[in-house]
């Protein structure tokens, strides 16, 4: 397993900038369990008590390139009221179709990768169908809304070499919020 401080900075690290280069299968098995590692780490990292007793940002998803792992795959895990996870293992993605609305997290949208709080609105599809790979090869496609929506646009931006901040415009941070839905 790996800590917080092995995710990389985007301030300092010029491989977030980085397009990242699609995997083949069958998986390494190197690759497979960073994929384990990398979604266990997301779901304790919702743990409250745990995060607060190890200094863990608490996070939704991760991108392989986040630990300097330049290969097109993320993780995605989504604690549900009840306690349980929805949880995504993301191989090879592509947005495939997207809705016209757009929304953006009203209390700003974070980043393991950045550690300030940075204002502003990013402007996200509500909804999305993607297509992927499962860890195992197999093709999924999906139509994600809302919040996960959001965290698959975020993370498939990762492997793009894009940060969230760079979609805030820089001059009006706020710019468009009346015509987007906040979530």
Not at 15 to 23: D, M
Not at 27 to 50: C, G
Not at 138 to 143: L, M, P, S, V, W
Request: proline letters at 2%.
């Amino acid at each position: 397993m790996f800590k917080q401080s092995d995710i990389l900075d985007y301030k300092i690290s010029k491989i977030l900038r980085q397009k990242s280069k699609e995997v083949t299968f069958p998986l390494s098995e190197e690759d497979k369990e960073l994929i384990y590692n990398m979604i266990m780490y997301i779901r304790i990292s919702q743990d409250e008590e745990y995060a607060e007793k190890n200094d863990v940002r608490a996070g939704m998803g991760l991108s392989a390139v986040q630990l300097g792992v330049l290969k097109r795959f993320f993780v995605i895990s989504y604690k549900n009221e009840d306690g349980t996870f929805l949880e995504y293992k993301v191989v090879n993605p592509k947005i495939i179709s997207h809705s016209e609305e757009e929304i953006y997290v009203e209390e700003g949208e974070g980043c393991l990768s950045v550690n300030d709080y940075v204002e502003g609105i990013v402007p996200r599809y509500a909804r999305c169908t993607v297509e992927y790979y499962d860890e195992n090869g197999n093709k999924k496609q999906i139509r994600v809304r809302e919040e996960i929506a959001v965290a698959f646009q975020h993370e498939i931006d990762h492997l793009d070499g894009i940060i969230f901040t760079d979609k805030i415009d820089k001059k009006e941070p706020f710019k468009n919020k009346d015509l987007m839905r906040a979530i």
